[in-house]
């Protein structure tokens, strides 16, 4: 337990201003590692080595989930709940498919979300360009194994982005001042170069 003194801030009183430390409570939970003990990085990255035989599966699920939002787009049309259904799942693919070894779903699922963010009408979205970056998505996890499988990716990445930023800048050709962030290129690319 930690004693009254470390419990109470100290003060250095100048001529012109105080200095107030407060208690460093923060060392009572930490533990100091012993000389033998796996580094924590090497650590984390043997858990994920030790699950990537499942990250197939999971790009699986994510995209089952991702096809099932736009199968409700298609039943009940562009609503802000199926909106929403969509931009989560594609959201989640974003983030996770470089993690699970799909970097270019990342880069589809990326314009997917840009597409969804940046449209002030949802419902003037085509469905077929939803479709599109969907099956893209869904192509890419079914053919991940194919030698030609990151050539044909970044190709379809670009087409679609480019597809997509013709489509945001007629959805917002009065505002084309607002749209220079939007439409410039990634600061990092979509996909990592090995």
């Known amino acids: 337990m930690a ?5 109470a801030p100290t003060i250095a009183t100048y001529s012109d201003h105080e200095v107030i430390v407060p208690p460093h409570r923060l060392r009572q939970l930490v533990s100091r ?5 796996v580094d924590p990085v090497a650590r984390a990255e043997q858990a994920l080595q030790s699950l990537s035989s499942e990250f197939g599966n999971w790009m699986v699920v994510e995209s089952e ?4 939002a736009r199968k409700q787009i298609h039943g009940a049309g562009l609503t802000e709940k199926t909106r929403d259904l969509l931009f989560h799942a594609a959201h989640d693919i974003k983030g996770e498919a470089a993690t699970f070894g799909f970097p270019l779903a990342a880069g589809i699922a ?10 002030r009408d949802i419902k003037r979205i085509p469905l077929a360009l939803i479709d599109q970056h969907v099956d893209a998505v869904r192509a890419i996890v079914r053919e991940n194994a194919r030698p ?10 670009q087409r679609l982005r480019h597809v997509t930023d013709d489509f945001l800048l007629q959805d917002n050709k009065d505002r084309l001042h607002d749209m220079k962030d939007i439409l410039s290129p990634p600061l990092a690319p979509d996909v990592m170069p090995e």
């Open 65 to 68: 989930r991702l096809d099932a």
């Open 110 to 119: 990326n314009s997917l979300c840009r597409l969804i963010e940046h449209t």
């Open 33 to 37: 590692g012993k000389a033998d003990d």
């Open 148 to 157: 030609d499988a990151e050539q044909v990716g970044e190709s379809l990445i």
């Open 3 to 7: 004693s009254k003194k470390d419990d």
